[in-house]
């Protein structure tokens, strides 16, 4: 139903990319769907040039706009803030009491009877995943996964239709309610960011235009350019929320998700950070008082562990080296064997249909349930250790409550179940139960490979179920198990050193992270932010190093894989090694280049439209000594626009007056913004009588009349480096040229407005540049 | 005596920057010096552009020459971590130690005579000020200041020689050990960031040229390119090892100093960090044990507030938000006042040369010792407060030590001077006794206020000497005073709520930063890390971004406004307003074009190369068809390696053939590398017999091939992004192309190694870009 909507007049096209990569149909921009069966997702390039066409300079109104302009990003900045907070408040609290409220029920039946107990337990679980998936399979298809891959091909200039929806949004609230309330082995942090973009991109448009709740003023940001850094700070106000990390989200939006940044964008990104951090405070201050259930004993700090170890000695760096070694190892594997499971899923298990997804999901959700009840069944408890009056920590816990020391299908009173403490919680205080200090030996050896054998696969199979599901809490959970290993073995080696495993599970679930995801400097901030223990800084980023290292010898990071086998053809920052022996013009040795005139027939264009699907058209006029001249790039988008509103056909084939001002551009430059929630119009809804077709238009109003050009022969590294670091999505290659008109230096950018202090200063300065 | 290496063959030429910055001269790539009398400095531009010749194509040794290359990359961040971590201890030991020397014995003699001990005191600091400026007057005029616009400009691609020679980096380091060991009103901070800057780009060039410590296999790095990367990861380290906080080292290094970034970088950078962290941590290690005297008491983290206020309330939100109005305030007048002053140094002071400097210097040292002694003699003493059983603070505290309640000039025993608690502390420790929680009412705000004063007024007299000198250690000082100040009307009207001032005096450190540097993120993270308290971040943010609003409305940051006035030509991130409505041809509108033909007689080569001062030109060659072709860009310094070693002289005015291969080029590739340390030649070094004026070069195989061009009708603001975001030195103006090659979309850039899954992969996949 959906997904039709993205198909109209697109064929299937089949595009092999080979080393030099070139469209066999002479294909200018590509053309295809992603071939799954259920959600048949096309991408096209995002257009984050500035198209200098006469309406656009139209539109420039002098500083005063500029000044609007500005204030109004800020304002947009605000309300991300908040709108992202409110969410990760909503997601947080519904999670939290479904969770209390479905592990005190349990607690409370297997009082009488364990199978009855199970049997809720499962029935309870199966449920909350069964409204997921059900959500995600009728309602919203995008929102499925983790969603970054897909924000990070936005940014990287790829619009995947359908990722930035209002039923995207709800599909992603609601869903993740119900896959982590559900207990499956996925966290809330992946969607969270996605949310936090949809957010933005929907108050970026002013609300759903298809729902008719878009309110005129509101739509100032239509073009893709501005669209791009509203995305950017819903990106770090969704990590803002979900760690409550506002410096981790600035970084992670600029290292992981971003491909573009300048300096401004960082101020602004770190404004609707500051203001996530504040409204989620505040909610959870208002929760303190009991407003909000089961949710709201935690401060803002999520795993505080600055009570642990405070130092560490140069002996421990070996145990800590093997952790990363380990993260990495275990990351990559994480990203080899999700990209086995999801190519399955894709290739043979998703093309049968919503159905074959919803089962799956429920499937999963039963043995997740099965496992995590029946496996501290098969666990003997151990004794409490001797309580220390000064300890605030209670052994066994009171029932009902959160906390270490879980006493499940024990004997005596005074005994507790490890895998239990850790099953029977929600994931995030299980992290803090494993993060914990001074629980010295709480956790047997047994007991977490136990847990890590079985969660690894656990999330492995998880990954890629039609449910929103992020890796972040897995990761830390799967990492904090073998780094709290590899701290039990720590601590009985250096047995005169004050060491806590709990700084082990840390620096595991870091090492994890870093050999999964890859990230450096944003994961290290973010590990920080969210345990509150700065003096471990220096060991966390040894430890991502080291993993990161490890896991890129293996393969690419988790995202990268990922928006690979979704088709989201991203660019890396570095350009191949191989076009340092390439030109542009080989790059573009097949093409037939499809040129318009710079006057057209209104016939020509749609036979052109409707022959092809290249999405920019070089424009080529004439001059009075019949030398032919490229005049610019005249966008499809627009030129459907121009085709469905008539008004700019003219009977005579000679050009109007292309400076004429006014009388020349009858239409209004928002009519070409290109809207966020649909494909735009096709070539094939719009209807033409054959007198229209008989009529001329003039392109030169309309066109952009500098697009970037490279000479022929400039290797393609540079051509690439233009490409990637201005955000384009046409350059035009061209021979050679005849004759300069100038070389513009450094000198000839720097205007200085002229006030008595600048002049002065300059008149006795002068710069050889 | 240095200054004259840099005036060779440069006349001073005056250029003025209109609004239409346009040369009079036909000087393409402008020319000047900067006119104060002692150091005239001359910039010229950095070329970050890879120069694709035929000579670096040879040297591109396939894939293994690459793996060598990131191997070398990766090696020397190991070493510039090492060397900056080590330079950082050996200055604040130094530092420590001479302070620690000079209070205890000033505090012996005043048991005996106030006035004794106030001329030791003022003796002490002047000797150790005047070794600073003697230093830097008569060694490395380049180390004064804190470099950080210096290194701003050079990552920026503005290259001002003597930046990053080996006797700025000596001088830097003695000199700041003299002038923040001697008490002036300035912080160790910056120069280090300096101190990095240098030892990177030393260790790239393998060591010291001109004094013969050169290592040849260390030479890897020649490019401007490579040395813009080492030089980041210096800075980076630099910060890193002068707060001791990696992360907010890489920010630093992100958002305040360069101008270029890639994701590549940031984990190279991450790395460097975290060498120097344990480098510091391991030196600090060595030194708790008494082995560097008065240093080492310190831990890691500078100054710990962790056992400070926890939480805050809503009722706080307005006082802070006072707090960042005024450190807006304070923080623009700051920058105004340092113009002034600085302005006025440069066109009166320091024209009559190093000896008023000396003395200018030593004045300034002077007047700081008598107020810092004389203003807490003014002052009456406090009684101590009742003293706490459980708190560790004695009062007075025990002579000769660091901490809070300084006993000076009091008639009783158990009272203790406010101010002289302040001013007779290293301001390392001053800063401690500032930021201290649990010691409410310690400062009267009469005292505190006498210090703002003081402080303020030290601080813009002493910017600007001739000096090693940053600004973090006393806009901290500032901050914090003004803070406290807040923090105490605070505590007397919010009575019930639980406020601690040292709080409020981190938050005025932060709004004074935010509001004279103008940085976000990486102050923010920077405060974090010193102060090891987490749960202030989000104050901390909205401080800063109150902060930096209220300073943009009135100036630009404080190292923009130095660059400036250093005719440092910084080009922002962000091209000026009044570019949209530029052309580039109208940028270039007054130059006279010298291109030179393909083929090129020597005596033509040295006439226009004397003739003008232009860097590149166009090289022109003709086709079969008499047609001419712009063939490339050839760069002064290369024309001038070529004519000195004549190798490539030929009889014949015929080309040779450019594909020929290896018989065409006699020159190494290494020739061409441009020296740090050095203008490199001059065309008056060069002599030439009149033989050789009378042959011919073949310039196609050194030439650039493939110059980035614009057409003549872009916008400048267009181009100005180009030039920008790609680091160029030169764009080529050229008119509308005649004919298209092709265009290339994201589709020809995406060259996949062919491997089975990937195949796989994209042959079920394709896209429309």
Redesign the interface.
Known sequence: MLSNRFQNG?ET???????????EEGD????????TTSNRN????LDYE?I?NYAY?EE?RG?LF?GYNVGMKWFFALLIGIGTGFAAVFINISVENFAGWKFSLTFKIIQKSYLAGCLIYILINLALVFSSVYIITQFAPAAAGSGIPEIKGYLN??DIPGILLLRTLIGKIFGSIGSVGGGLALGKEGPLVHTGACIASLLGQGGSTKYHISSRWLQGFKSDRDRRDLVTCGCAAGVAAAFRA??GG??FA??EVTSW????L??RV??T??IV??VV??AMGWCKSGNCGHFGSGG??IWDI?GGQEDYS?EELLPMAVIGVIGGLLGALFNQLT?YVT?WRR?YLHKKGNRVKIYEACLISVITSVISFGLPLLRKCSPCPDSDPASEIECPRAPGMYGNYVNFYCSKEKEYNDLATIFFNTQDDAIRNLFSAKTIHEFSAQSLLAFLVMFYTLAVITFGTAVPAGQFVPGIMIGSTYGRLVGIFTVNHYKKLNIEEGTYALLGAASFLGGSMRM??SL??IM??IT?N??L??LI??VL?IS?AVGDAFNEGLYEEQA??R???L?E?????????MT??E???N?K?L?LPRVVKVADVVSILQSN?H??F?V?DHTRNG?????GLMLRSHLLVLLQSKIDFQHSPLPCDPRGGSQGIRHNFSEFAKPVSSKGISINDIHLSSDDLEMYIDLAPFLN??P???????????????????GL??????????????????????????TD???M?????????
Chains 1, 2 share one sequence.
């Not at 096209?13 to 990569?21: D, E, I, T």
């Not at 096309?42 to 390039?45: A, H, K, Y």
């Not at 920052?573 to 022996?581: A, D, L, Q, T």
């Open positions: 697109m096209a089949r595009l092999v990319w080979s080393r030099l990569p070139r469209s200018l921009d590509g053309v295809g769907l992603l071939s096309c991408v096209e390039s500035v200098e300079r420039q500083k500029v200039g790829i506002p410096v600035v970084l600029l290292e940044w300048r300096s401004q960082m101020w770190f404004f950070s500051a951090a504040v405070r505040a803002f700090i600055s140069f990209i190519r290739n450096t400097v290290c901030v920080v932010e509150n700065l003096k800084l220096p980023m040894l190093l990161k690979r086998l088709g989201i053809p660019l920052s570095r350009p191949k090694y191989e076009m340092r022996k542009a013009k790059a573009c040795r093409q280049v040129s699907k999405n920019g070089p080529i030398e032919t001249l490229v005049i009349p500098s970037y050009v490279v000479p022929e022969d400039m290797s393609l590294t540079k051509v690439y480096n233009i490409f990637r670091q201005l999505r046409h350059i035009f290659v061209v021979p050679r040229a005849s004759r300069m008109i100038g070389v513009i230096t450094r000198k000839d950018l720097l205007i200085e407005e002229e202090s600048t002049t200063e300059l008149q006795s300065t002068s710069v050889r540049l």
